[in-house]
């Protein structure tokens, strides 16, 4: 396989420790240094792995050892930090979404072409057995043609649990565009791209209070849709049905159905890498499980990350810049028809992710 490429991590928050746990099984990935707004969050994160270096943002830039530069960055700085590892020369991988705004974001896709670098997005957990084998199901023509999906998403809200929700609530936040990527991601990877997105969109209270952590009783501000509903016309001519909610309380509802001509497919949250896939053919009354038959065996966050670095020069790796620049169109343009209560072209497309072949876990 050759040598493993090195990776500089920016963003030392709580996501880093699922890709730090992905890095060390991956062996196309190498950590060689972090960097944080805060050092003693970035010593901490590391303390355990005394040969990764605690550096500055710019230090992390300019080091010749990084290949690779992750961006886990709150969602406000993705953009930001992205075009500052493109100007020094680094491939970037980002959690998503890939910008604040698609504005943002094709400035990114922009100065990427122009660098000759490459720009990769979470969400990657569409490469595991759930979103992978629900795929094969679809092109091995055991639904039919699919006409249509549902995807639905609802919790109370993330300040139940996280202690500095705040970036949930602030512009770039929001259900939609938080958990909105890994659903749409989905959608694209099962139907194709988006065409035309029809939208509707609340906010019930002018504020969160945080319930767990040292700013427990904390009020914080909404500035940002709390639920979001629409239609995806996809260029297919499947139509999937949206529902992002920081509003409720549960849901029993599938996290995303594919119906096609002659059966439906149940596929696993999204959110996930794995999951039962469930078919129930047309006239039989059971659903059935699907063996996992594609996708990568107990991935993790990173994987994606892993494709990028061994993805062949001029090919688009599958959790790309490009699908990442879709999925934020789609959400914009959804919440811009939600806004001005009309449809919306999505001005944007992408190809459809090429497949993955089942891999086996690592041991």
Not at 207 to 215: D, E, K
Not at 225 to 240: N, Q, Y
């Amino acid at each position: 396989m050759g040598q493993p490429v090195n990776v500089g991590v920016v963003g030392c928050g709580f996501i880093f420790g699922q890709y730090l746990r992905s890095i060390e099984r991956l062996p196309e990935l190498r950590l060689v240094a972090v960097a944080d707004l805060d050092p003693g969050r970035a010593r901490e994160a590391v303390r355990e792995h005394p040969d990764v270096e605690v550096l500055g943002v710019a230090e992390l830039m300019a080091d010749p050892r990084v290949d690779v530069v992750l961006n886990l960055t709150v969602p406000a700085a993705h953009a930001e930090i992205t075009l500052q590892a493109i100007a020094a020369g680094k491939d970037v991988y980002s959690e998503k979404p890939l910008a604040a705004t698609t504005a943002d974001a094709a400035r990114v896709l922009r100065a990427a072409a122009d660098a000759g670098v490459r720009v990769g997005c979470a969400p990657d957990t569409v490469l595991g057995t759930g979103t992978q084998t629900a795929r094969q199901a679809i092109d091995d023509g055991l639904i039919g043609r699919p006409v249509a999906a549902t995807a639905t998403m609802m919790t109370p809200g993330h300040e139940r649990w996280h202690p500095n929700p705040d970036f949930y609530y602030a512009p770039g936040g929001g259900p939609l565009m938080d958990m909105g990527p890994y659903y749409i991601t989905s959608l694209v990877t099962l139907l194709g791209p988006v065409a035309t997105v029809i939208g509707a969109a609340s906010r019930t209270r002018a504020g969160r209070t945080i319930a767990t952590g040292p700013r427990r009783g904390e009020e914080i501000p909404v500035a940002v849709d709390t639920h979001v509903t629409g239609v995806l016309v996809h260029a297919s001519g499947a139509l999937s049905t949206l529902v992002m909610g920081f509003e409720g309380a549960a849901t029993g509802a599938p996290s995303i159905e594919v119906h096609g001509e002659r059966g439906s497919l149940s596929v696993p949250d999204p959110n996930h890498f794995d999951g039962p896939v469930l078919l129930a053919r047309m006239g039989e009354e059971d659903w059935e499980t699907l063996p996992a038959t594609a996708g990568h065996v107990e991935a993790g966050r990173g994987v994606g990350l892993a494709d990028l670095a061994t993805t062949p020069a001029g090919q688009e790796s599958r959790a790309g810049g490009t699908l990442a620049y879709h999925v934020l169109d789609v959400m914009e343009s959804l919440l811009s028809s939600a806004h001005s209560g009309t449809a919306v072209t999505v001005a944007s497309t992408c190809e459809r992710p090429r497949p993955v072949t089942f891999r086996p876990a690592l041991r």
